[in-house]
């Protein structure tokens, strides 16, 4: 069957099994537009590229599959790359298709022309440039692998406009993925295994330290199993939280910069770390020479990369968690930890006391609240989409997440602006799902233009913005370690809700703690998008903090009363 | 210095995508010599690096991780042949010209390029031979080097060969469609 390009594109999407494409058009992708009208595919029209690709990772994160995302060539690629990045950094599986002009007049700066493959060469797990119709299926199918397999990450397909226009010969059983054979490596051996299991047998203060990886490889059953088997104590990087439930007493909650002091104080005590597909990131350690000192380390994990690059390990299990996690768990030997387990929680202390949520009600409305009114209304079932700072911080501690792909964020790279389309690209993967947007008034100034997408789409979203009229984090680092001088961090903003109004979408303003359920509820209740504008208070900080670079048990914890310490009329 | 044989797809970009992997990890090249192998669809790298042997497993990791890097192998400390090619053009007149082919006899080099003024001297060897040649020639006057960087291959039994390229990929392919 003879085919133009762009219709070969289209079509091999179609097979490929993907429904949503969310891009932007442009005079160097227009044949692949044409086509895409008379397909069954569905385009998401975005109203900035960066928006495009936030949403097909948003999607492909709350799927479990594959995003796509779409663009033309020049600025319309180059928008791209904030999004290309974060999805690299959190090992997100995004296809990119940008178009490019023709393959005469490559080199040649020709109008809109860019090379987008060598700028994205580092932040891409592979990209590739077509110039002959005849290679768009293969290449297409060989980058859906590559995005997918292994630690999965994001893909560029560049095509020329001519190969778009050109035809060629359509047949899905002649263009089957052919990807250089790799040397297939024994990822680990008997000696290596085997010192990882007498680790596991013979440690007293074991805690697990569960990453993105065990939900990328599907691991979360076996991770359970060998949890149970071993009755090992489970911390949660940022990107890991959701692959165990929250509600299990053994799992103490996220570790690292923002964790809960028992979570750090408990792995500093620690006489062996369980690593699981998790890369010992700066913001989960802190200081590398006082990290984890009296502790032995496993580390499993598929990027063999990763291995010894922050953190020196006893045992390396290199490949895919779930495979790893099968191997150990028979091996197991179940333990009576009731000492440790006992010894962590009375680490927590007085956590629980200086706890904003044991406080009375002042009448201030602190995002923590809302965060927690927010879980308790939506009976800690949503998707929840967050951007980067404090309320994502705040998010991760109080917002109590029992299952997988439930909370998706921008750990690596902490992309602001992120939030509201991947919050889109959520919905399109999981539109029976209810999701909340959670965001800052300075990230979602970023890419509010999305709120169109929404009214053109018809989808039903929730957005909760958490307005403190700060650009909060580095106002808390500003307040913490720059003497209070708050230098470009005080943000003016338009009333969200009249803005939000003005795209057609309801909005509501929040300003007190007894307003919030109420307003969450209604939000759950309405079959359309709404925007709930919440007026925390304006100089309240994430506790504890671990200042960045010291050690993981130097942290700055919870004031006594945090009512006191940030209402700003006390 | 660390060194690592890879071998890679012989098409455009991948010498950028290797190279650029190492600026990214902050790793200096000494040298990276490339060449095609008797597969002409394989090309094979000896590259030579400023880092330490944990500098070198992650290069050699981060590398094999590229989709056109067949095999990279870190292999240092093994027991190596290897052979460095360079030509060093030195002023030589009348009179310490003979002293010259002494010397060039001496570390078996040879003289490929005569003219009245200068010669052009092939060495090949080890690294340390081919410095060596250069150290005493310094004093004539080197006019111009030219080398080629290293090349490496493991002795013996010890065989580095890439999958053959004909196999087709093992990778299925991945579910698209939305988590049920």
Request: glycine residues 8%; proline residues 4%; hydrophobic residues 40%.
């Amino acid at each position: 069957m003879k085919l133009t390009g762009a219709e070969i594109l289209c079509e091999t999407l179609t097979q490929l099994g993907v429904r949503e494409i969310f891009g932007y058009p442009g005079g160097a992708i227009l044949p692949v537009y044409d086509a895409l009208g008379k397909s069954k595919l569905h385009h998401v029209l975005v109203r900035h590229e960066q928006g495009a690709t936030h949403m097909a990772d948003g999607y492909a994160r709350a799927s479990g599959g594959i995003g796509v995302a779409m663009a033309t060539s020049g600025p319309g690629a180059t928008n791209m790359v904030t999004g290309i990045a974060t999805a690299m950094l959190d090992s997100s599986p995004v296809v990119c298709i940008t178009g490019q002009v023709s393959s005469k007049v490559l080199g040649s700066d020709a109008f809109q022309e860019i090379d987008i493959t060598g700028i994205t060469m580092p932040i891409t797990k592979h990209n590739v440039v077509v110039t002959h119709a005849g290679d768009i299926a293969r290449t297409l199918r060989e980058a859906f692998v590559i995005a997918k397999s292994g630690r999965p990450g994001p893909v560029l397909v560049d095509v020329t406009k001519d190969a778009q226009q050109a035809t060629a010969e359509f047949n899905w059983d002649a263009c089957t993925p052919k990807l250089p054979p790799k040397r297939i490596r024994t990822n680990h051996d008997q000696v290596e295994f085997g010192r990882a299991v007498e680790l596991l047998n013979t440690a007293k203060r074991p805690v697990i330290l569960a990453g993105h990886g065990v939900m990328v490889s599907g691991a979360m059953r076996a991770f359970e199993q060998f949890v149970r088997a071993g009755n090992y104590p489970v911390a949660m990087t940022l990107l890991g939280i959701g692959c165990f439930p929250a509600k299990d007493p053994l799992n103490l909650g996220m570790m690292g910069m923002h964790g809960e002091a028992w979570v750090n104080n408990a792995i500093q005590e620690a006489d062996l770390l369980i690593a699981v597909g998790m890369r010992f990131d700066d913001r989960v350690t802190g200081d590398l020479r006082t990290y984890a000192k009296g502790a032995r380390k496993i580390h499993i994990e598929i990027d063999r990369a990763e291995i010894n690059k922050n953190v020196k390990v006893d045992a390396a299990l290199v490949g895919d968690a779930r495979e790893v996690l099968e191997q150990l768990t028979p091996q197991i030997e179940t333990r009576d930890r009731s000492t440790w387990i006992r010894h962590i929680n009375e680490l927590k202390g007085d956590s629980a006391v200086r706890d904003i949520q044991s406080l009375p009600d002042t009448g201030h409305l602190y995002a923590a609240h809302v965060i927690n009114d927010l879980w308790k209304e939506t009976h800690g079932d949503a998707i929840v989409v967050t951007d980067v700072g404090q309320h994502q911080m705040w998010e991760a501690q109080y917002y109590h997440h029992d299952r997988p792909h439930t909370l998706i964020t921008s750990g690596g790279l902490g992309t602001m602006g992120f939030a509201l389309p991947a919050g889109i690209g959520a919905k399109f993967a999981k539109p029976d799902s209810e999701v909340w947007v959670v965001v800052g008034d300075g990230g979602f100034q970023m890419t509010m233009s999305e709120l169109a997408t929404i009214v053109q789409e018809k989808i039903n979203l929730k957005i909760a913005i958490i307005n403190n009229g700060y650009l909060g984090m580095v106002r808390q680092w500003q307040e913490f370690f720059y003497d209070k001088r708050y230098v470009a961090t005080p943000l003016v903003a338009p009333d969200f809700a009249a803005l939000a109004n003005a795209f057609g979408i309801r909005a509501e303003r929040v300003t007190t703690r007894s307003e919030s359920n109420s307003a969450i509820r209604a939000a759950r209740e309405a079959s359309e998008t709404v925007l709930l504008d919440f007026r925390v208070e304006q100089e309240d900080s994430v506790y504890p903090m671990v200042p960045a670079g010291a050690s993981l048990h130097d942290m700055i914890r919870r004031p006594h009363n945090p009512l006191v310490e940030t209402a700003s009329d006390a | 210095m660390q060194t690592l044989v890879a071998y890679v797809e012989n098409k455009p970009g991948v010498l950028n995508r290797v190279s650029s992997l190492a600026r990214r990890l902050a790793i200096n090249i000494d040298s990276l010599t490339v060449g095609p192998t008797e597969n002409e669809e394989i090309a094979r790298m000896t590259i030579v690096a400023h880092t330490d042997e944990r500098g070198a497993h992650r290069l050699e990791a981060s590398l094999e991780k590229l989709v056109d890097v067949l095999l990279a192998e870190n292999i240092s400390g093994r027991a190596l042949l290897e052979r460095d090619l360079a030509l060093i053009k030195v002023a030589a007149d009348q009179q310490n010209r003979p002293h010259l082919m002494e010397l060039i006899k001496v570390f078996r080099a040879r003289v490929v390029g005569v003219a009245p003024e200068s010669l052009i001297i092939e060495v090949s060897g080890t690294v340390d031979k081919i410095d060596g040649l250069l150290e005493v020639l310094r004093p004539f006057g080197v006019l111009e080097m030219a080398r080629t960087g290293r090349i490496s291959m493991t002795r013996g039994s010890d065989l580095l060969r890439p999958p053959l390229l004909d196999l087709e990929s093992s990778v299925g392919e991945p579910e698209v469609t939305k988590a049920k």
